[in-house]
C-alpha cells in the first residue's frame, strides 16, 4: 500500500472508476474481509468507511450483492438484455420524456436535505468533467440519485429498466463520441438548473428542465448516428 491514508486510497480508486485494481473488481468492491486486509485496517473501520461513501452517493450498497462504484444492474439484466437488441433511439427517448420529469417532479417534492446536499455535489462532478468518459460516470450516477429521490419503489424499478436498456443497448456505444466538450458543458448547466429547481421545490420547473435536457440528449444522438427516420 501507499502512504496514503486507507480512507483515500480507497476514495481515489472509487472516483476514478478504477475496474480489476486493489479494491474494485468487475464493478463491485471486494468483500469487507479482503478490503480489511488490503487497507490494513479492521473490518469495522471498513464498514465505516463503507458507509460515509455511500451516503455521500459514491457507492451503492446492495443487500446480498455486494458495494458497487456504479448503480448497480437492474434484478433481470439477461431479460432487459433481449429486448435492449429490439428497442430503438426513438422508443427508449419516448419513455424516458415520460418518466423522467415525473421522477424530477416528484424529486422536488419529497427530497430530504441529505438528499439535496448529495445531489448537488454530484452535479458539480458532471461539471467538472474532464472528458467523455468522466462525465458519462458522473451522469449516471446524478440521473440515478435524482430518481432515487422521487422515493417511488415501483418508479425507480421501471427507471431501473430504462437505464438498463441504455447500457446494453448498441447503439448507445455511439454517445461517447457524439458529446462534444460543448454539449458536456451545456448538460452538466442543465444538471444544475434541475438541481436548483428541485432544490427550491419548484416540481413543475424541475419536470421541465429535465424534458429539455433528456431532447439535448436525444438530439445529439440522432444527429450523429443519422436516426432521422427513428425519430
Not at 460515509?52 to 450498497?61: K, M, N, P
Not at 427530497?111 to 452535479?123: D, W, Y
Not at 467538472?128 to 425507480?156: C, G, K, P, Q
Amino acid at each position: 500500500m501507499s502512504g496514503k491514508p486507507p480512507e483515500q486510497a480507497l476514495l481515489d480508486a472509487i472516483k476514478d472508476r478504477e475496474n480489476d485494481c486493489a479494491f474494485i473488481s468487475n464493478g463491485r468492491l471486494l468483500p469487507e474481509r479482503a478490503l480489511a486486509s488490503k487497507l490494513g485496517i479492521s473490518r469495522v473501520r471498513v464498514r465505516h468507511i463503507l458507509k460515509e461513501l455511500e451516503q455521500a452517493g459514491l457507492v451503492f450498497r446492495r443487500r446480498g450483492q455486494g458495494t458497487f462504484v456504479a448503480p448497480p444492474p437492474a434484478a433481470d439484466a439477461g431479460r432487459i438484455r433481449v429486448l435492449a437488441s429490439r428497442i430503438t433511439p426513438r422508443e427508449l427517448m419516448e419513455v424516458r420524456l415520460e418518466v423522467e420529469p415525473a421522477l424530477a417532479a416528484l424529486a422536488a417534492e419529497r427530497a430530504t436535505f441529505e438528499e439535496l446536499n448529495r445531489l448537488r455535489q454530484l452535479m458539480q462532478a458532471t461539471l467538472d468533467a474532464s472528458d467523455t468518459d468522466v462525465y458519462e460516470s458522473a451522469d449516471e450516477i446524478f440521473h440515478y440519485r435524482l430518481a432515487e429521490m422521487a422515493h417511488n419503489r415501483l418508479f425507480l424499478n421501471i427507471y431501473n429498466e430504462i437505464r438498463e436498456v441504455r447500457k446494453q443497448a448498441s447503439w448507445m456505444q455511439q454517445r461517447k463520441i457524439t458529446y462534444s466538450r460543448s454539449t458536456i458543458e451545456q448538460l452538466g448547466l442543465q444538471h444544475r438548473d434541475l438541481m436548483n429547481n428541485v432544490a427550491a421545490r419548484n416540481s413543475e420547473a424541475a419536470a421541465s428542465v429535465m424534458r429539455m435536457h433528456l431532447l439535448v440528449v436525444s438530439n445529439t444522438l440522432m444527429r450523429r448516428r443519422h436516426y432521422t427516420s427513428s425519430f
